[in-house]
């Protein structure tokens, strides 16, 4: 049993991953942090409780964080995650009210409650986690490890930037809060575009009307928020999925163990992942390879179990 608190910008592939972890026994999710990315950060709050609450796991709370990058403004993707973050799926707003207290300091609470038992899953800007870090320093030290989805590495064909032609979008949008957390000692596993853009990955139509042979909550959401991107994007990519992957079968990936310097400051470079190859210390597991197909069946598998 992984023991979970997950920051997240639930847009599409957030919600997809949430689904997932919400259908997996591995996982206790103890709580959600919400971060300013795919959207703003009231949106993407209400997004993660409108999935929890239709998925029947309102009990799992829910606290608000960052509204904007530490030093830029939020740049959001609701171009591409459709006008409400989710697909336009037919979700309700949320009913469920905030956890009261600041994402940073909920996640330093969870941590300190179950010293080394819990992964912190972060699959949005880096923002909240980096406020955790600057305003307890010793809790990286006290996570199981910290697995993130972000970055474009290089390490394969696929390892290109989707915000710019260089830069991940989690990384960019807030490059000197990755700087803080690539760099805090924790035990990371960064899940960038080099394994994200793998089209063996991806789901596609075929995959599509599977899911929609089924009439459960999980499989009906997910065939919406897969529609939408199908419908607008050609195909859906499990960014956020893949990176909770990890802790369901971390025999799906091939990592590395490298230093990655992060490009801060606002240039054509900002947000650049660069791996340093050096036997320094802060070296985090960077993966390199998945094996695509072999996801897809673990992911559609839980999806479309009772
Ligand atoms: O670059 C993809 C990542 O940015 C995903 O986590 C997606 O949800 C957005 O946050
Ligand atoms: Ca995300």
């Given at each position: 049993m992984h023991k979970v608190v997950w920051d997240m910008d639930p847009g599409i592939d957030d919600a997809l991953a949430l689904i997932l972890a919400l259908k997996s026994p591995e996982i206790?999710?103890?709580?959600?942090?919400?971060?300013?990315?795919?959207a703003p950060v009231k949106m993407t709050s209400a997004n993660a409780r409108r999935v929890l609450e239709y998925l029947n796991a309102e009990s799992i709370p829910v606290a608000m964080g960052a509204s904007h990058p530490l030093n830029h403004s939020l740049e959001d993707a609701l171009s591409y995650h459709g006008p409400d973050g989710l697909g336009n799926c037919d979700l309700p707003p949320p009913k469920l009210l905030?956890?009261?207290?600041?994402a940073w300091d909920f996640l330093v609470r969870l941590v300190w409650d179950a010293p080394g038992?819990?992964?912190?899953?972060?699959?949005g800007p880096l923002t909240n986690v980096a406020y955790?870090?600057?305003?307890?320093?010793?809790?990286?030290?006290?996570?199981?490890?910290?697995?993130?989805?972000?970055?474009?590495?290089?390490?394969?064909?696929?390892?290109?930037?989707n915000q710019t032609p260089y830069a991940e979008f989690n990384i960019w949008q807030d490059p000197e809060a990755a700087h803080i957390v690539f760099n805090s000692g924790a035990d990371i596993f960064a899940v960038g575009l080099d394994v994200t853009m793998d089209p063996a990955a991806?789901?596609?139509?075929?995959?599509?009307?599977?899911?929609?042979?089924?009439?459960?909550?999980?499989a009906h959401l997910v065939a919406q928020l897969v529609e939408y991107e199908v419908k607008y994007h050609g195909c859906c990519r499990m960014h956020?999925?893949?990176?909770?992957?990890?802790?369901?079968?971390?025999?799906?990936?091939d990592y590395i163990l490298a230093?990655?310097?992060?490009?801060?400051?606002n240039d054509w470079d900002r947000g650049v992942t660069r791996i340093l190859?050096?036997?320094?210390?802060?070296l985090i597991h960077v993966a390199s390879a998945v094996d695509g197909p072999r996801f897809l069946k673990l992911f559609l598998s839980r999806i479309l179990e009772e």
């Open positions: 206790q999710v103890l709580g959600i942090t919400t971060v300013a990315g795919n905030l956890y009261p207290a600041k038992e819990v992964t912190l899953v972060a699959t955790a870090f600057e305003l307890h320093p010793e809790l990286p030290g006290l996570l199981a490890r910290l697995v993130l989805m972000g970055g474009a590495y290089g390490l394969t064909g696929y390892g290109k930037g991806c789901l596609n139509r075929q995959h599509l009307e599977r899911v929609k042979t089924r009439h459960t909550p999980a956020d999925p893949l990176a909770l992957a990890v802790l369901l079968d971390a025999s799906l990936f230093r990655v310097e992060v490009v801060k400051g190859l050096s036997n320094s210390s802060r």
